[in-house]
């Protein structure tokens, strides 16, 4: 299995970035999306996720300025962030809770995380 994110890059204060990230492989189902982010000198934090019935929850930080969203069809997660401040500079990254083709269990997959910078 593997998550590949994309849509990181340099903004403006104020500007939008969508993220995306895609799960592939021998995946049977996946359950929680999410995206995390780790900025310079800080711990990972949960920026938002979202279950396969479409229940989201936000940091408040992001709360009102990003939207998580999931295309169950095409194992794909997004998050479009708007109002983007410099504080939002971060690597994110996506994970996904997934059961594989065989397996009985769950396990946490996470994408190789993209670079959002925030400045002027």
């Known amino acids: 299995v593997q998550l590949q994110a994309s849509g990181g890059g340099l903004v403006q204060p104020g500007g939008s970035l969508r993220l995306s990230c895609a799960a592939s492989g021998s995946i049977f189902s996946i359950n929680v999306m999410g995206w995390y982010r780790r900025a310079p000198g800080k711990q990972r934090e949960l920026v938002a996720s979202i279950t396969s019935g479409g229940t989201t929850t936000y940091q408040d930080s992001v709360k009102g300025r990003s939207t998580i969203s999931r295309d169950n069809a095409r194992n794909t997660v997004y998050l479009q962030m708007n109002s983007l401040k410099p504080e939002d500079t971060a690597v994110y990254y996506c994970?996904?809770?997934?059961?594989?083709?065989?397996?009985?269990?769950?396990?946490?997959?996470w994408g190789q995380g993209t670079q959002v910078t925030v400045s002027s």
């Open positions: 994970s996904a809770a997934i059961k594989t083709l065989g397996s009985s269990g769950w396990s946490t997959y």
